[in-house]
């Protein structure tokens, strides 16, 4: 749709003899938009976002026009409607998408549309990359048959994959064993500058996207926004409909001097994520600046860019620059897209060299880089920085103060079957892994490069080190290989294990039978060195309690080492065939070797042959065999892939949801209930609702894999909600895990199963909870559960954006207490009865009354604030959720 261009900045850009169609952010300002030169160029990609798709209802001049107010006031409340230029997926995250799309078609054709029209409005990629799981390490065979049995593993979900990338437009699939997500978007997919052929026409604009996975904000190092989101926001944005957010506060990061000897790229951003915690950055943009951002590479500003989430940003953007433009040129893009950014950056006061003043910010902080210093983060948040210099003095603190081991710190508990023994502190777990850094070259041929040395003086890597290297892209291979690099590495352990997101996400594997059972039998606190970007408490292995994140050649450096308790600076790493002592120092390489080897081994056309082909996929994808056309041939018995019931009685005209009355609650909460407990991802117990369901399927325990991996079947994921096994539900006492009580009777039961009873009487449910509830990732089937559950609505104290944006996207209604009133003020147990009045014709964050019949028939009243804060947010929720509204309208059409 054409724009209003009511600031009459609608340009055309000549560049090596072709016309683009742009929105002049230069012209709109001579036109009205005093001093927006002066943005920070993360706001002027929204500015002009808004003049581009300026429309009179969805986006309005008074839109456009707060972004000069920012200027002044540099916060705003103003509410704007963003779209994005692509989506990027996931498999864990785009199989439900991918389900709900061609559970859309089917709905489609009884409605008596076209089930054609049902696909993506603007181009989706969807990375397989979440499936790998390191079973196999330290041999020639890793990746051959970790690869075999991720295929054993997924066969449902790829075919469903593969079926989708044929069926519907717009929609591409890489296949795995290619690369991480975030990785393949940096060295191929991203753009920097987008184009599209509309009506006769190019137009050009900034590149911009949203992903299903929260490590998006990667690509901001390559000057593109983007940032994560839930799943049903995701298939919001490529069903055309735009992000609902207020525009930012922008914090500028202004980055001065240059790494010192010795530092890498993960030690400058271990250090800026500590800094920019405590500053407090959590829903705001971060912009970088600076004579600094001369002295860093590319993949250095993705690294930094990629830590987003654990510095609490939405994003973490860096202008374009010169180093912005080899970078696109060293990776194989298209030389006369690489023009058209550079001669578009210029034109739009885009081009850092340019820049006449700093951009105005929110608020600033300075880094001078020259002050970073070799670094881990943990043992169980990114945040929580140590110096390498003081690291086995912090884990001694830790063992004391986190762990209460300090009494037993020398205890060892031999292996069985082995002349060895491990103790509190010994690395289990050495991983190269992760999107973070296995983007950045530096760091993973100077973990190379210490392997070298390393093999040169005869040391090994313990034998109680569980060692992997997980690439996010096979280009690292290919350099790792020119440089005569992966030998070494092979000599030490690090033999490649895949192309994926592994022991980040909690994908490492199991122990070894001996040393988890050792680890268990003497209670260790056993710990684990990666290089990624995530070492929450229980996510890279539950028999692992203290996980470091590190460098690459950190990584190898604590195999060597096998123990955290090792003072890399001053004691030994291990001995050399004399048995003389073997220093850091002695295997570390300098800044100038390592820029030397990258220089030599990374070559432009690596990226080009890598790439040509990157969604052909292996041999085994290419036997997988395709079932289905325009609809999916549903397979009744898969426990993978089902059509879930969103659209079963749907029709034409929604049935606008009614008042809530007599409601019982299903689940009453305290504080900081996150998306994890709602919906947990990870194994699924025998004993549970979702155990029972694939056992009576003829799954076999060994054979759940995760929740995470069946979200693509609602039988299991809405069997699933409320049923991790910390989760604590106030009506029962001192009991952990998915349980309820059932009224009138008081029977304690699944979630579950409570749930169907009240269906199958007819009874509306609520869940009554505390402060922040939603917390965490932005799990989409924290939203779908609750409302297959039959829950209504879910009232409580405050919630976290994302989960509440779900849950109306879902039409499940939050409402928030109001006047000091919560579940303790209330006397809330869990046995009432609750009605909610004014539903029918409520508005944008009205008031409601909320009635509460305790079960000896009295009654008490309180009100609750309508979060629903957006006039297409409620319709969204009349509409029955948001796949209904836009299913409707596109039926319509």
């Known amino acids: ?39 920070p160029a993360s706001l002027k990609v929204l500015l002009e976002n808004l003049l581009r798709h300026e429309d009179g209802k969805t986006v ?73 799981m390191v079973d196999v390490f330290g041999s020639a065979n890793a990746f051959k048959d970790n690869v075999e049995r991720e295929y054993e593993r997924n066969l449902e979900r790829y075919k469903f994959l ?122 705001k943009f971060v912009e970088f600046f600076g004579d600094g951002l001369d002295h860093l590479s590319l993949a250095d500003e993705a690294t930094i860019a990629n830590m987003a989430p654990e510095y609490g940003a939405t994003c973490g953007f860096f202008p374009i620059d010169d180093e912005t433009l080899a970078y696109l040129k060293a990776t194989g893009r298209d030389p006369s897209r690489v023009k058209l950014v550079e001669a578009y950056a210029k034109a739009q006061g885009l081009y850092r060299p340019d820049y006449a003043a700093d951009p105005i910010f929110t608020d600033t902080l300075e880094l001078d880089m020259a002050t970073v210093e070799p670094s881990l983060a943990g043992p169980k948040r990114p945040q929580d920085r140590v110096p390498l210099s ?126 988890a059972k050792a680890v268990q039998s003497g209670d260790l ?33 604590y195999a060597i080492a096998g123990s955290m308790n090792v003072d890399l600076y001053n004691d030994p790493i291990g001995y050399d065939e004399e048995n003389e002592p073997v220093y850091l120092s002695d295997i570390w390489p300098t800044s100038a070797e390592v820029a030397e080897v990258v220089r030599q081994a990374v070559t432009a056309d690596m990226f080009a042959s890598r790439y040509a082909n990157v969604f052909e996929g292996d041999e085994m994808w290419a036997k997988i065999e395709v079932e289905g056309g325009l609809t999916y041939a549903w397979d009744s018995t898969s426990t993978y892939v089902q059509n879930p019931p969103y659209f079963e009685g749907m029709t034409m005209n929604p049935v606008a949801p009614g008042n809530i009355a007599k409601a019982r609650i299903l689940g009453l909460f305290a504080d900081s209930i996150t998306t994890d407990h709602i919906s947990p991802a990870g194994s699924i117990k025998t004993d549970s609702p979702a155990g029972r369901y694939l056992q009576d399927h003829q799954v076999a325990p060994r054979d759940f894999n995760s929740y995470g991996s069946r979200r693509g079947n609602h039988e299991v994921m809405m069997r699933g909600t409320f049923a991790n096994i910390r989760i604590k539900n106030q009506m029962l006492s001192g009991i952990e895990g998915g349980y309820t009580k059932k009224f009138p009777s008081g029977e304690q039961m699944a979630i579950y199963d409570a749930a169907m009873a009240y269906q199958t009487e007819g009874t509306p449910l609520v869940i009554v909870a505390g402060k922040e509830y939603g917390t965490g990732s932005s799990r989409d089937w924290a ?36 006047g000091g009133a919560t579940r303790e003020s209330l006397g809330i147990t869990g046995d009432e009865m609750v009605s909610v009045d004014g539903i029918e014709t409520m508005q944008p964050r009205e008031l409601l009354t909320v009635t509460i019949t305790n079960a000896d028939g009295t009654v008490k009243t309180a009100e609750a604030r309508v979060r629903i804060d957006t006039e297409n947010e409620l319709e969204y929720y009349r509409a029955g959720g948001i796949l209904h509204y836009v299913l409707r309208n596109l039926v319509a059409h």
């Open 1 to 39: 749709m054409a724009s209003l261009d009511s600031f009459k900045c609608r340009r055309t850009l000549d560049v090596d003899g072709k016309s683009y169609v742009y929105f002049d952010l230069r012209v709109a300002e001579q036109n009205g938009l005093k001093g927006i030169s002066r943005l």
């Open 60 to 132: 309005v001049k008074a839109d456009i026009e707060a972004m000069v107010t920012w200027l002044t006031e540099k916060t705003s409340n103003h509410e704007i409607a963003y779209r994005p230029a692509r989506v990027l997926m996931q498999d864990f995250t785009g199989v439900p998408a991918v389900v709900d799309l061609a559970a859309m078609r089917d709905a489609a054709k009884k409605l008596g549309g076209d089930p054609n029209m049902i696909n993506p409005l603007v181009p989706v990629d969807l990375v397989i990359d979440h499936s790998l």
């Open 162 to 283: 593969k079926w989708g990338a044929k069926a519907f437009r717009n929609f591409r699939v890489v296949p795995p064993g290619t690369g991480i997500c975030h990785q393949v978007n940096l060295e191929y997919l991203a753009q920097t500058v987008w184009t599209k052929e509309e009506d006769g026409e190019t137009i050009a604009y900034p590149d911009t996207l949203v992903g299903t996975d929260s490590h998006t904000t990667m690509v901001n190092g390559l000057s593109v926004l983007g940032w994560g989101v839930g799943g049903i926001e995701a298939e919001a944005a490529m069903l055309g409909q735009p992000v609902s957010m207020l525009i930012p506060e922008v914090v500028g990061f202004k980055l001065t001097g240059k790494l010192p000897e010795g530092a890498t790229a993960t030690d400058l951003v271990l250090t800026v994520t500590q800094m920019l915690r405590k500053r407090g950055v959590v829903g």
């Open 390 to 515: 003081t690291a086995s003095d912090a884990f001694a603190v830790q063992l004391d103060s986190e762990f209460k081991k300090m009494a037993e710190a020398h205890k060892r508990v031999q292996v069985e079957g082995t002349d060895y023994s491990i103790g509190h502190g010994d690395v289990v777990i050495a991983a190269i892994t992760s999107c973070t850094n296995t983007s950045n070259p530096s760091v993973m041929l100077g973990a190379g490069l210490v392997a070298r040395n390393a093999v040169r003086r005869g040391l090994k890597v313990k034998p109680w080190v569980k060692t992997s290297l997980a690439p996010g892209s096979q280009v690292v291979t290919d350099y790792l290989l020119k440089a005569g690099l992966q030998d070494d590495l092979d000599a030490l352990g690090f033999n490649l294990v895949g192309y994926g997101c592994t022991t980040c996400i909690g994908n490492s594997g199991p122990l070894p039978d001996r040393i």
């Open 525 to 557: 606190v056993a710990c684990s060195v990666l290089s990624g970007n995530r070492n929450f408490e229980g996510r890279v292995n539950p028999d692992v309690r203290a996980n470091y994140l590190a460098s690459p050649p950190l990584v190898v450096a």
């Open 783 to 818: 939203a779908k559960g609750t409302v297959l559950l039959g829950v209504r609505a879910v009232i409580a104290e405050s919630f976290e954006r994302i989960h509440r944006s779900n849950l109306i996207g879902m039409g499940v209604l939050p409402l928030q207490f109001e």
